[in-house]
């Protein structure tokens, strides 16, 4: 299995100098500053290649060619920007760059509320709290018709909640849930998020679902001629959020994105975080049926909290997802490959990682100090070497 790391370009403050002494050999990384259905020119994915060959790395896989909006919803641009994705596929696998991780997620990608809660050995992570959500979804966005979305008594928590917020416990959290993807510094605002959330109110899940497939179906054979595996990320979390719907978030999901095109390549990046992130979905069950399409690899662990809608990052082998069992898994998936002829390894990152010891104070993408994957990475690797030699 090859060893990843993902870094957000010149700008990220974890360099690749960071990533080559954690270990890592790939590098993940994307285009961030090219905006979603535009063409990704090959002079601009060369001249990122060379930055991460310069430090003795590969650039082994894209992360994210993003879904624009317009695809999402199949919108009057739908075919422009299904040209320039097909283009930029093309591109990709013309610098040699044959992994391509996508989602599709409408308007928000991830979402915490919480970005540095403080564990009890003073490590700090990212959490997710539904009250909190509820709080902002219907006091500070005001987003019609919330109030169908939660119970009567998740309203009135809510409600108190907000109550004992100050001003500036208010301002932080809109600031978390409102910012836009990961790699960029955009926060969006009340009303882009309100209008964009009110855009899909008549595509509901199954019409979601639908031009998931269409897209599938329009790029998969582009990905298949040029050999690109194309691999969609799982909602995070994986459950409805904002009146949105979400619809890779169980191994039902899986199933029907996976039956929208027979392509083989037509596959999904496993995030053990975001899957585990719903209590009923059995990850090495799930693993084990999906395997021959998993062409990418997030590994973390989440920790539900006993009597509360809420979960926060935990330490790699410390949470409620069992690493060990998917790491055997995964390397019997590999040796399943190799011997009938693909050769080319799983790559897998530790996703995400707890700020510690230097990481506090230091500015880095949330989610992706460097100590803290660093840790994360060689607990993965510990497993990974003792699964190997007993597997």
């Not at 001629?225 to 409805?240: M, S, T, W």
Request: with cysteine; glycine share 8%; charged share 25%.
């Amino acid at each position: 299995m090859e060893q990843t790391w993902r870094w957000f370009g010149p700008h990220d403050t974890v360099t690749l100098s960071d990533a080559r002494q954690a270990g890592a050999t790939g590098i993940v990384t994307a285009l961030h500053g090219i905006p979603p259905g535009e063409v990704w020119p090959v002079a601009a994915i060369q001249e990122r290649q060379k930055i991460v060959a310069d430090a003795g790395l590969t650039w082994s896989v894209v992360e994210s060619v993003n879904i624009s909006e317009e695809i999402k919803k199949s919108g009057p641009q739908w075919q422009r920007h299904i040209d320039n994705y097909r283009t930029t596929l093309r591109n990709l696998a013309a610098c040699g760059i044959y992994t391509v991780c996508y989602n599709f997620m409408p308007v928000l990608d991830w979402l915490r509320t919480d970005l540095a809660f403080r564990l009890p050995d003073g490590a700090l992570t990212m959490r997710f709290d539904a009250l909190q959500l509820a709080a902002f979804d219907l006091f500070i966005l005001k987003r019609p018709n919330a109030a169908a979305d939660w119970t009567e008594d998740q309203q009135r928590a809510a409600h108190d909640l907000l109550q004992h917020m100050s001003e500036s416990e208010k301002d932080a959290l809109m600031r978390i849930v409102l910012a836009g993807l990961p790699g960029t510094t955009e926060i969006y605002t009340l009303d882009y998020v309100r209008n964009a959330i009110a855009s899909y109110g008549d595509i509901g899940r199954e019409g979601l679902r639908e031009n998931l497939g269409n897209f599938l179906r329009a790029v998969c054979p582009v990905a298949e001629e040029v050999g690109v595996r194309l691999c969609i990320h799982p909602d995070d979390p994986p459950r409805p959020l904002l009146g949105l719907p979400r619809i890779a978030s169980t191994d039902e999901d899986l199933d029907f994105l996976l039956a929208q095109t027979g392509e083989p390549s037509n596959g999904i990046t496993f995030c053990s975080g975001s899957l585990g992130a719903r209590l009923d979905n059995n990850l090495p069950v799930i693993m084990e049926r999906v395997a021959q399409k998993i062409y990418f690899v997030h590994l973390r662990s989440t920790k539900q909290e006993v009597g509360r809608d809420a979960f926060y990052e935990a330490p790699h082998l410390a949470g409620d997802v069992d690493i060990v069992a998917l790491m055997k898994i995964l390397v019997r998936e590999e040796r399943r490959r190799v011997a009938a002829g693909d050769h080319t390894p799983i790559p897998f990152r530790s996703d995400h990682g707890s700020q510690i010891l230097t990481d506090i104070g230091r500015p880095s993408v949330p989610g992706y100090p460097a100590v803290g994957r660093l840790k994360g990475l060689a607990e993965l690797r510990g497993v990974l070497t003792a699964v190997e030699a007993l597997t």
